[in-house]
């Protein structure tokens, strides 16, 4: 049954739990009632009762006036917005806090984006009848910071700061001090920003609505003449960024509100870490090296001495004597066509990624469990949980968003967290329980958790007997387990564990999350398998706040992976060595792909010292700097006889290159990155190549095209095309048609595409 309320005599249908201002903005213009103290993200609060309307339980009835900002609408109600004394009331308050806030307008740095001013003018304020205030004691700029300052004289005292470093970074650096005229904000225990815990997320500078904290680039944002949204390049959280341009210069980033995966929050690298963009060490020019130097060539040149070379090795050796590294820093068209390119075009499987080092035992590992390797459900999740384990990962270092998330549910009182990691990170501070197991006894540690689970009594049997296979083999294995050599070889007591183990099976809704500490061993993929066990012997999968969730390292090595940038698998996760995925394959590019398994990265390398490599180009992955064993990949490099690197910056491996091809960073490109949920977003161009590069995408077809392979034009509209036609998920389509177009629609609200199979067949 419908209930009803009333907006100025008009009945509409309320939402059980929402506000009045929310009910009101659901059905009037938004900026109907003026806020000061509200924002998106925060929670209502009430402070400045700016907001303020007139409530009657009858028609024409006793008015009673509240804050709508924190006001639960009723049924019933009948809301008055504009009456000419709730005009008179806004007014009053502002006024009030005019004559308490400097107004030099002309020389702030937000002058012309202040929400203070916004508003001050919305309620039709000419003059202020009151004569200024001498409470508002004159503070000294706070300059301490590189990327935020603070002015606490024009503080207005509506906490969204306080509110934004609680609630969203869950930092709780900034707080009230003092009583009276004195209250005012202060950083930690009142030193400077630089000084205090901040992590410089700017959560605080995004809320504030005057200057009192301001970022060092809001002073620049006022003259941005466009505002782009697109995706952020650093992690697999995905976070949406609003980038603010003028003459095809960047401004500032902010993080929108109405983002489904951060909600007006990013982090220090997101918000501030874009200069590097324009920056005068990029690379502008293709270059051959010729002598021992690297020689500016045109695109052409190089394009006809990497095709030239290429098909003499293919020609004289054969194409596995050529190999590819692409880059999870690329969007999801670009790894695609990097793969087709060598898979279609040169006809090797030699292609590999970091997608498959970092996480090929979590693709493995629940692909053997649960028959797909992502993530089983959405960081929103978190909100339908009672209990999370983190094993492997430091979430609030490495995914910073997700990591204040999780860190915030593992503070709530109620809330059961599980951290299993040899270090004490900030989640383990907060854990409830935290195994502090020896580096490498992943497998231990889970091995008991497992045994008390079923010795206890807690697993969910009509999940297992319904949903799972293998039980009583694998039931008799675990209980035989000698539970005194596990505890030995882990350092971690039982009795702690079984602890553990009863409180996530015992949780009504228990979530994963594992990272690089699990995946980057030996017995990887095993340890995974037991994550993905935990959940079936739990029934923790297949609905909201359950599940396994791998915390994805760079930004786009879901995506990478799913577009078959490995040796073993085509697009798609497909077994190259089948012969029905082969025979598609062959049909579909129109050329007959090889069926043998290729070369890893570390093969890659063994193969070139052995000299049976004779060319490897590499996209955007800096391996001299990052692979183990340095020196073994110099010599491995200096053993190739070709050696190109597409990249932005001369780096430790572009050092080496025989040809540079400079490409775009993601502020200058379209397409989309899939981020660790499997939701896949649409990265919109901000501004245009510099000069003397390309978009990678767009190299890749150039030399496809040079080789003789018909490949049209690189755009992300005809790529996903493409790519749906092959990727067998089952949303593909539905992506296509929902992101073909957006690259066009600057403003057009991303549609997202969450886990394509929620796994509720698990077996």
């Not at 924190?70 to 308050?93: F, M």
């Not at 992590?199 to 809001?218: H, L, M, W």
């Not at 590294?325 to 390119?341: A, D, H």
């Not at 043998?596 to 490599?613: C, T």
Request: aromatic share 8%; with cysteine.
């Amino acid at each position: 049954m419908t209930k009803n309320a009333y907006i100025d005599h008009q009945e509409f249908e309320i939402v059980e739990g929402e506000t009045i201002l929310s009910f009101i903005r659901r059905y009037k213009e938004k900026n109907l009632i003026p806020t000061l103290c509200d924002a998106p993200n925060l929670e209502p609060f009430g402070s400045c009762r700016v907001c303020s309307v007139e409530v009657a339980l009858e028609e024409n009835g006793k008015v009673k006036t509240m804050a709508s900002c924190h006001t639960p609408v009723s049924e019933g109600q009948y809301i008055y917005t504009s009456t000419d004394s709730v005009k008179a009331l806004r007014k009053n308050i502002l006024e009030l806090v005019l004559t308490d806030h400097p107004l030099d307008c002309l020389t702030c740095e937000v002058n012309g984006n202040c929400e203070l001013q916004t508003v001050a003018a919305q309620v039709g304020i000419r003059e202020v009848r009151y004569p200024e205030g001498d409470n508002h004691l004159y503070r000294e700029k706070d300059l301490s910071h590189p990327y935020m300052t603070s002015d606490l004289s024009k503080c207005i005292n509506c906490y969204r700061c306080v509110r934004a470093c609680d609630e969203v970074q869950g930092q709780f650096v900034l707080s009230m001090s003092g009583r009276g005229f004195d209250t005012h904000i202060i950083k930690g225990l009142d030193e400077s920003f630089m000084d205090s815990d901040c992590v410089s997320c700017g959560a605080c500078s995004q809320a504030c609505p005057t200057s009192a904290i301001s970022d060092v680039f809001q002073s620049k944002a006022i003259y941005a003449t466009d505002t782009t949204r697109t995706i952020c390049t650093y992690c697999g959280v995905g976070c949406n960024l609003e980038v603010a341009t003028s003459n095809g210069e960047i401004l500032s980033i902010t993080a929108p509100y109405d983002a489904e995966v951060n909600q007006g929050h990013t982090c220090l690298k997101g918000r501030y870490a874009f200069k590097f963009y324009d920056h005068p060490e990029r690379l502008n020019s293709p270059m051959i090296k010729r002598n021992g130097t690297f020689e500016n060539v045109s695109w052409n040149e190089a394009y006809d001495y990497i095709a030239e070379k290429l098909t003499a090795y293919k020609n004289e050796f054969s194409p596995d004597y050529i190999a590819g590294i692409s880059s999870s820093r690329c969007t999801n068209e670009e790894n695609y066509l990097m793969q087709k390119f060598f898979r279609a075009v040169i006809n090797t499987n030699n292609i590999d990624g970091c997608a498959r080092v970092c996480h090929s035992p979590t693709a493995l590992g629940m692909q053997r469990t649960f028959g797909t390797g992502a993530a089983t459900n959405s960081i929103d999740d978190l909100k339908d949980t009672n209990c999370i384990m983190v094993i492997g990962a430091n979430p609030t270092d490495a995914h910073p968003v997700t990591g204040a998330k999780l860190k915030q549910f593992a503070m709530k009182q109620d809330n059961v967290s599980i951290v299993i990691d040899p270090r004490r990170t900030e989640m383990a501070k907060y854990a409830t329980h935290h195994l502090a197991l020896r580096p490498g006894t992943n497998v231990a540690v889970l091995n008991m958790m497992m045994y008390y689970i079923i010795s206890e009594d807690l697993i969910d049997t009509s999940f297992v007997e319904n949903r799972t296979e293998g039980f009583e083999a694998f039931k008799k294995e675990i209980l035989n387990i000698d539970l005194e050599q596990l505890e030995h070889v882990s350092g971690v007591n039982r009795n702690q564990v079984r602890e553990a183990a009863i409180a996530y099976a015992s949780a009504p809704n228990a979530m994963s999350f594992h990272g690089l500490g699990v995946t980057e061993h030996s017995q990887g993929t095993f340890t995974v398998m037991q994550i993905a066990d935990l959940a079936l012997l739990t029934g923790n999968i297949g609905r909201r706040g359950v599940g396994v969730n791998p915390l994805r390292g760079q930004n786009n090595v879901q995506g990478s992976a799913d577009m078959g940038v490995q040796p073993h698998q085509g697009a798609g996760y497909l077994d190259i060595t089948n012969d029905d995925v082969n025979k598609k394959y062959n049909a579909f590019y129109g050329v007959d792909v090889p069926k043998h398994i290729g070369y890893k990265i570390p093969e890659m390398f063994d193969a070139a010292l052995d000299g049976k490599l004779k060319a490897i180009w590499i996209i955007g992955e800096d391996v001299v700097q990052t692979d183990p064993n340095t020196q073994k990949v110099i010599r491995a490099l200096k053993a190739t006889d070709l050696v190109i690197v597409q990249e932005l910056f001369m780096t430790e491996t572009a050092k080496y290159a025989d040809v540079i091809l400079p490409g775009a960073s993601f502020l200058e490109k379209n397409g989309t990155f899939t981020n660790g949920e499997r939701r896949v977003q649409a990265v919109r161009q901000v501004v245009k190549p510099i000069e003397g590069s390309k978009p990678d995408g767009q190299i890749i077809v150039d030399i496809m095209n040079k080789m003789g392979y018909n490949q049209p034009d690189y755009t992300p509209d005809g790529m996903l095309e493409e790519i749906s036609q092959i990727v067998p998920f089952s949303n593909c389509a539905f992506l296509r048609r929902n992101l073909l177009g957006t690259f066009r629609q600057k403003w057009f609200t991303m549609a997202s595409c969450q886990r394509w199979n929620r796994h509720t067949n698990t077996s």
